[in-house]
């Protein structure tokens, strides 16, 4: 009996890795599922580079990261990697519970919002290997495409299936037959409980008609 997802064959991709994490646990477990590491002085620092995919992730250590209100390499680091790689990632390893780590991630944030740097918090080695590889795999050929054509089918499928066609329909039939149409009106029916649930209803072409159902707090 076949087991489930048998015959299907492990990704594998090739990766390449700044020297300084050479004998990083990172690398153990990438050379674990087989993936080709090449290792180079001219990547930054603690970045690991997805050639086939054309992502590319920096790997930021707890220790690095400075006080909230305090200057540090690490943002001229950061700054420097964003330059270079368009579609790049930061990997945070924190656990981001105290106040510190959560006021720091606001300040990182701050100060490249707007800029194509994305920020993906992790808390420990399994994470970083699973986020690279989840991301990585889904900007890489086939596998964007695939992801892209569902995309566009999902959409497709939003769109026939919407009820604003059907507005729109009722809009036109009474333009057509000279009526006016009326913004929708919102009746909610209070109750005498905290919590009442009110119906809201909408009014189109003379006729009333229950769209949705609404929790009203009194």
Avoid: Y
């Amino acid at each position: 009996m076949a087991t489930c997802g048998e015959g299907t064959p492990q990704w594998k991709t090739t990766i390449i890795v700044s020297t300084s994490l050479q004998s990083h646990e990172i690398i153990r477990m990438l050379n674990a599922q087989q993936h080709r590491i090449r290792f180079s002085d001219s990547v930054h620092p603690g970045a690991f580079i997805f050639p086939l995919s054309g992502t590319a992730f920096l790997m930021v250590d707890p220790q690095d990261l400075p006080e909230p209100s305090e200057e540090s390499g690490v943002f001229e680091r950061i700054k420097k990697f964003v330059q270079v790689h368009r579609n790049c990632f930061l990997l945070l390893r924190s656990p981001f519970k105290g106040k510190k780590e959560l006021e720091t991630l606001t300040v990182i944030q701050n100060r490249f919002f707007g800029s194509n740097l994305r920020i993906l918090p992790v808390q420990n080695t399994d994470e970083i290997v699973k986020g690279m590889l989840t991301i990585a795999k889904a900007t890489s050929k086939p596998h964007v495409d695939s992801i892209r054509d569902r995309i566009s089918l999902a959409r497709a499928h939003i769109i026939e299936s919407s009820p604003v066609w059907e507005m729109l329909r009722d809009m036109l039939q009474n333009q057509a037959g000279g009526g006016r149409w009326r913004p929708p009106e919102v009746l909610i029916v209070r109750g005498a409980r905290a919590q009442a649930v009110g119906t809201a209803q909408r009014r189109l072409g003379g006729e009333i008609c229950c769209v949705a159902q609404v929790s009203v707090a009194q």
